[in-house]
T-cell receptor, first 113, second 110 residues
Framework: QQQVKQSPQSLIVQKGGISIINCAYE??????FPWYQQFPGKGPALLIA?????SEKKEGRFTISFNKSAKQFSLHIMDSQPGDSATYFC????????????FGEGTQLTVNP | EPEVTQTPSHQVTQMGQEVILRCVPI?????FYWYRQILGQKVEFLVS????????KSEIFDDQFSVERPDGSNFTLKIRSTKLEDSAMYFC????????FGSGTQLSVL
C-alpha cells in the first residue's frame, strides 16, 4: 500500500532529447507527488511537485503529468542537457504537515553531449 | 539560499559502537526528519520530529535509534549499537513549507 514504483532504473538520452521517467503508486491517500534530483555526494533537492487536482504542471523544461485514475505520474525533461545528468526520485506523501515521503527506486539519467 | 548542514560527512565505526550524527536544520523550520539511503537503493524514511517529540517513525527506527533536539538548533540521530546493515548515507531534512535535505553523512560500520 505504501509503495511507489519507478521506471526505468537508468536512462540515456542525447542532448536536446526528451527524458521521461514514470512512477506508479498504490496508496490512494497520497495527495502530494514531488520529484527530487540528486547529484553524487549531495542530498535530494526538490525539482517540481504536483497535487492531484491538476493533470499537468510545468516549470521551465520540467513537466509532471499526473493520471489519478491510473495512479501514475511522470516527469518529462524537455531539451535535456548534460547538466541534467543525475539521479531522479519520484515520491509521494499525504499532504498533512510533516508527513513522511515514500520514495521510488530512482532513475539514473545520463545525457550525452 | 539557506541549507541543512550535516556533520560529519563521513563516519567510520566498529560494529557495536555508538554513533551520533549531527544536523543543523534551517532556522525557522518546524519539522525535522532523518532518512537513509543504502548504496544503490531508494531513500527510506526513518523518523519525523515536531514540537520536540517524534511524530512518526518507520519500522526501521527500532530501539537502537533515538533522536534529540537538545538546544533548539541541533538535531541528532543516535545509533546505540551499530550493526553492519546500518551502513548507509543518512540524510537530515527540515521543512516549513518545502522539504530541504542536507548533503548527508556516509556511515560505514566495519
Amino acid at each position: 500500500q505504501q509503495q511507489v514504483k519507478q521506471s526505468p532504473q537508468s536512462l540515456i538520452v542525447q542532448k536536446g532529447g526528451i527524458s521521461i521517467i514514470n512512477c506508479a503508486y498504490e496508496n490512494t491517500a497520497f495527495d502530494y507527488f514531488p520529484w527530487y534530483q540528486q547529484f553524487p555526494g549531495k542530498g535530494p533537492a526538490l525539482l517540481i511537485a504536483i497535487r492531484p487536482d491538476v493533470s499537468e504542471k510545468k516549470e521551465g523544461r520540467f513537466t509532471i503529468s499526473f493520471n489519478k485514475s491510473a495512479k501514475q505520474f511522470s516527469l518529462h525533461i524537455m531539451d535535456s542537457q548534460p547538466g541534467d545528468s543525475a539521479t531522479y526520485f519520484c515520491a509521494a506523501s499525504k499532504e498533512t504537515s510533516g508527513s513522511r515521503l515514500t520514495f521510488g527506486e530512482g532513475t539514473q539519467l545520463t545525457v550525452n553531449p | 539560499e539557506p541549507e541543512v548542514t550535516q556533520t560529519p560527512s563521513h563516519q567510520v565505526t566498529q560494529m557495536g559502537q555508538e554513533v551520533i550524527l549531527r544536523c543543523v536544520p534551517i532556522s525557522n523550520h518546524l519539522y525535522f526528519y532523518w532518512y537513509r539511503q543504502i548504496l544503490g537503493q531508494k531513500v527510506e524514511f526513518l523518523v519525523s520530529f515536531y514540537n520536540n517529540e517524534i511524530s512518526e517513525k518507520s519500522e526501521i527506527f527500532d530501539d537502537q535509534f533515538s533522536v534529540e533536539r537538545p538546544d533548539g538548533s541541533n538535531f541528532t540521530l543516535k545509533i546505540r549499537s551499530t550493526k553492519l546493515e546500518d551502513s548507509a548515507m543518512y540524510f537530515c531534512a527540515s521543512k516549513r513549507e518545502k522539504l530541504f535535505f542536507g548533503s548527508g553523512t556516509q556511515l560505514s560500520v566495519l
